[in-house]
Nanobody, 125 residues
């Protein structure tokens, strides 16, 4: 399994922006779909965005569509999540994850086998 480390979280005012980064080590993730998930207190973990191994296919939750952009830099074994127009309801711990199998794309957290420790994003109103 890959080891994933997220960074870039923090406190931001509503309407602001943050960029989350996920660095993979242990093995290359260039052949694996990557996803960002989030979990707010008292709520279930939910999908935010997914990108396939090639970077040509992306998926976004309706709640973030048009505001968040997922991208990957395979040469750096890194996945990014650019977040704009942040809202208080975006407050959560954000997790990076790698699909369990190469060259496919999953749309549920059950399909992802490697997870980071999470980074806190707090949006104040």
């Amino acid at each position: 399994q890959a080891q994933l480390v997220e960074s870039g979280g923090g406190l931001v005012q509503a309407g602001g922006s943050l960029r989350l980064s996920c660095a993979a080590s242990g093995r290359t993730v260039s052949s694996y779909a990557m996803g960002w998930f989030r979990q707010a207190p008292g709520k279930e973990r939910e999908i935010v965005a997914v990108i396939d191994w090639s970077g040509s296919t992306t998926y976004y939750a309706d709640s973030v569509k048009g505001r968040f952009t997922i991208s990957r830099e395979n040469a750096k074994n890194t996945v990014l999540l650019q977040m704009k127009s942040l809202k208080p309801e975006d407050t959560a711990v954000y997790y990076c994850a790698a699909d369990s199998f190469p060259r496919r794309i999953s749309f549920s957290f059950t399909g992802f086998g490697s997870w980071g420790q999470g980074t806190q994003v707090t949006v104040s109103s």
